[in-house]
Each structure stands twice: as structure tokens, then as C-alpha cells.
């Protein structure tokens, strides 16, 4: 079993700046990939960032020039530095990781809330 603890979210003011933070542990196979999804009130999860094993990222449009994703050498944590917050941005976000074998694992969530 893979364990993703998120970090980084808070309330920001519109056009300020956020570092979101994944750590995963445990029982952890080789990587395919981690990422970023999100999820506001009354909306389905949406894909924010994703990043490969081999440092391939994919951005959703709403966010492409604000947010870079991010991935450590040992591939255990992936960071989202979200910058030019818009109050659109406010969701909880979760932490992906899908490995090889296509095993996909999720964490509990962490609220961002950007205020106009």
C-alpha cells in the first residue's frame, strides 16, 4: 500500500502564491506518474498538472503559465507551485500516483481557498 500525504494548501488572496506539497511512502513500486487533481463544490475532479517518471508534464488549460509541477530525483514527492491565484482556483486538492502496473492511489486532500 502507497501512503500520499498532501501539504501546502491554505487561503491566499487572489494573485498570490501557494506551494502544494506530496510525499508518498509505503509500499512504493516504480513510478509511471504523479499529479495534481482537483475538485471544487458541485463540480467533477478535474486533472490540474501531471508529471511522468521521465519528467513529461501535461497542464490543464486553465492553468498553463501559472502552476509548475514538479518531481524529486527519488520520484517520492511531487510539488505544485501555484503562483497568480485565481479565486476559480478554490477546490481541494488531491495527490495522484499511478504506478507501472497501473495500481492508482490517491491522498486525503488539501483545501486551497483563494479570496477576491
Known amino acids: 500500500q502507497v501512503q500520499l500525504v498532501e501539504s501546502g494548501g491554505g487561503l491566499v488572496q487572489a494573485g498570490g502564491s501557494l506551494r502544494l506539497s506530496c510525499a508518498a511512502s509505503?509500499?512504493?513500486?516504480?513510478?509511471?506518474?504523479m499529479g495534481w487533481y482537483r475538485q471544487a463544490p458541485e463540480k467533477q475532479r478535474e486533472s490540474v498538472a501531471t508529471?511522468?517518471?521521465?519528467?513529461?508534464?501535461n497542464y490543464a488549460d486553465s492553468v498553463k503559465g501559472r502552476f509548475t509541477i514538479s518531481i524529486n530525483n527519488a520520484k517520492t514527492t511531487v510539488n505544485l507551485q501555484m503562483n497568480s491565484l485565481k479565486p476559480e482556483d478554490t477546490a481541494v486538492y488531491y495527490c495522484?500516483?499511478?504506478?507501472?502496473?497501473?495500481?492508482?492511489?490517491w491522498g486525503q486532500g488539501t483545501q486551497v481557498t483563494v479570496s477576491s
Open positions: 495522484n500516483y499511478v504506478d507501472i502496473l497501473r495500481r492508482e492511489y
Open positions: 509505503g509500499s512504493i513500486f516504480k513510478i509511471n506518474a
Open positions: 508529471i511522468t517518471s521521465l519528467g513529461s508534464t
